[in-house]
């Protein structure tokens, strides 16, 4: 049952383009707020607001979340720590020792976190470059996050992947090719009922990469296979410098699968993008096949660290979603309202989460570039490797 401030919160976060996301356990210094009163595991109905679902031809799910108060701290807490880290990898990206590309997540917490909360490590994930969230929840440590974006040997993929190319389990990246990932995501659902696992792909991709011939094509064999495979269009209205008005002929994008039914969430509320996906991962793993769902959500920044994010949207919308639509402040009016939190709590929280982050941030730092020999590590499976590989000029050539 939503009351005042949450209601209110929640009633804005609608008006405006919508978004959403969820979370899962974390790392034991943040517990503060277990030393809350009341029992932790003892589940609450919130019934979310009706505006949070739109469908397209299947019936909604039902609006009533059951979840503990464990949980919904345990959703907290990574949203907030999620935002610390993409503010120090900011700061790191500004004081040039993060180079090249760097995609964050600000905004979009409640995506990776709703999500998370709804599934297990048998179901497997895949996304597009926007991906530090989604490495966090699936099991990446921030320190190997950072050091990644930092090309440093304890990132986690040894520092030579950076901002678009981390994995962890069930976690298949981090793809810097747009739209690359949904046929992969179809593939893994394959592959999924193939083995009989009763499980599901979440196989994300933007706005500016709906309208990618090979989206359909994914589509098109999902729904002739009925693999367990949910497309999720992260929705945050922009491209790389194009409104999601000014390059889809259809922004409905969870009515584009045709033939396969969709789903609409608000995903600024991380309880709704819970619910959906609990919904999603019963459909797919029912035998009905695959489902498209659009995720409403906002970038707080530009595409990547190089774009200013305002040559194509003004500064009065991003500040007009900040303080009507934010992902972290409507979960904590939520707390606050159901009084499973105090303020004094959740600050405790906040104060947790800044100095894990600062923590990892020093031994991120601390950590050595890699060794020049791993150039040529993790290219191809040991023993199968072609006879040299050819390099720039020939001195640059490798001989296996
Ligand atoms: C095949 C391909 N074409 C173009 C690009 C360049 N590019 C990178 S991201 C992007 C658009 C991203 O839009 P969206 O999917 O909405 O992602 P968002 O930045 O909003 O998260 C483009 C055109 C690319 N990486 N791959
Ligand atoms: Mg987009």
Not at 63 to 81: P, W
Not at 82 to 89: G, P, S, V
């Amino acid at each position: 049952m939503l009351r005042t401030a949450a209601a209110r919160f929640l009633a804005n976060a609608t008006t405006a383009p919508k978004p959403f996301l969820p979370v899962r356990a974390f790392s034991s210094s943040a517990s503060s707020w277990m030393a809350a009163p009341t029992d932790a595991s003892e589940k609450l109905t919130i019934t979310l607001p009706e505006s949070s679902f739109d469908m397209f031809k299947a019936d909604a799910p039902n609006l009533d979340v059951e979840i503990s108060k464990e949980q919904l701290m345990d959703m907290y807490t990574k949203m907030t720590t999620m935002r610390r880290m993409e503010m120090a990898a900011d700061g790191l990206y500004k004081a040039k020792k993060i180079r090249g590309f760097c995609h964050l997540c600000n905004g979009q917490e409640a995506v990776s976190v709703g999500m998370e909360s709804a599934i297990t490590l048998a179901d497997q994930v895949i996304t597009a470059y926007r991906c530090h969230g989604f490495t966090y929840v699936r099991g990446g440590s921030i320190k190997s996050i950072l050091a990644e974006l930092m090309g440093r040997k304890d990132g986690i993929s040894k520092g030579k992947g950076g901002s678009m190319h981390m994995f962890a389990p069930s976690f298949f990246g981090g793809n810097g090719i747009v739209g690359a990932q949904v046929p992969l995501g179809a593939g893994m659902a394959f592959a999924q009922k193939y083995l009989g696992n009763e499980s599901v792909t979440f196989a994300l991709y933007g706005d500016g990469a709906s309208n990618q011939g090979q989206v359909f094509e994914a589509f098109n064999m999902a729904k002739l296979w009925d693999l367990p495979c949910v497309f999720v269009c992260e929705n945050n209205k922009y491209g790389m410098g194009t409104s999601a008005n000014r390059s889809s002929a259809s922004t409905l994008y969870h009515t584009r699968g045709d033939y396969i039914p969709g789903i609409r969430v608000n995903g600024m509320d991380v309880l709704a993008v819970y619910r959906a996906c609990q919904w999603a991962k019963e459909w797919t793993t029912s035998g009905k096949g695959p489902l498209v769902m659009e995720l409403t959500t906002y970038r707080y920044g530009g595409h990547s660290m190089s774009d200013p994010g305002t040559t194509y949207r003004t500064r009065e919308e991003i500040q007009h979603m900040r303080s009507t639509a934010d992902p972290i402040q409507g979960l904590k009016a939520r707390l606050l309202d159901l009084g499973v939190a105090t303020e004094e709590q959740l600050k405790a929280i906040d104060k947790e989460a800044r100095k894990i982050v600062d923590q990892a941030v020093k031994e991120a730092e601390a950590s050595p570039e890699p060794d020049m020999k791993e150039f040529y590590t993790q290219v191809y499976i040991e023993g199968s490797e072609p006879k040299s590989i050819r390099g720039r000029e020939p001195g640059e050539t490798k001989y296996f």
